[in-house]
């Protein structure tokens, strides 16, 4: 990247080049996300400054973002932190980084009526706590509850609630879900949980394999070990009405359908992603 003048356009053109040959995937997109942070502006507003010319100082800090991003490193974690429904969630490697998937098993829930405004939400595998925070913005009245058996997630978690000013509303436990909870004393309960196979972890992006903690990607043999071992105290906790919302693998809906309905659970349903792949399972404990 030595060529000049070193305009937008240009660091937009070599750098993605330069990624993409070291195997980078998504290049381009990576350096636009570092670009607007370095320049203050939208992704897409970077079209608009194509001929701007890039003082010494941004230059250089393109270069060292790029040159992190070379080695595999998350453009999350480069920036510290991602948006996520249209809030800022610090990112580190304590938990995995949110995908944009997670915000539709946000939705879904959101959107389920069975969800009252006073109703108590619990998030298994808080992780960032981007799930039950962002429940407890969307409904203020409600209880929310996140679990995690990571010390370092549960920490992450509570920065991310107190930098978004809902610390005092959401209750952060290491506990287990039957040790947190009275029996049909839960309105909801929510998870993004390890699903990925043991061999496919190693077949993952690097940004992905080497980032990401383990405990928060690893599902076991079939990918399905801790969804397998949260459904039946699921079961357990849920009031007569309640329901359960899964993030899942785009092949496991069948499996996992089974496995709610060894357990009572009904009115099972299948959502897929913005991809067309099955992504979210619910369903409910019959009234």
Known sequence: MSDTPHTVKHILEVGPAFLTERGILEARLK??????????????????????????????????????????????????????????IKVDRRALIPRPETEGLVQTLLDWPGLGDEGCVVDIGTGTGCIIISLALARPTCRCIGLDISPDALALAKENAAALGVEARIQFSAEGLADCVEPESVDAIVANLPYIATAACETLPRDVRDHDPRLALDGGADGLDVIRDVVPDAAIVLRPGGGIFLEIGETQADAVRTMLRSEGFREIKVTQDLAGRDRVISGTIPA
């Open 31 to 88: 350096c636009e996300l570092l670009a607007a942070r370095l320049l203050n502006c939208k992704r897409l507003d970077l079209y608009m400054r194509f001929d701007e010319v890039l003082g010494e100082p941004h230059l250089e800090a393109m270069r060292r973002g790029i040159k992190r991003l070379a080695t595999g490193e998350p453009v999350q974690h480069i920036l510290g932190e991602v948006d996520f429904r249209g809030h800022r």
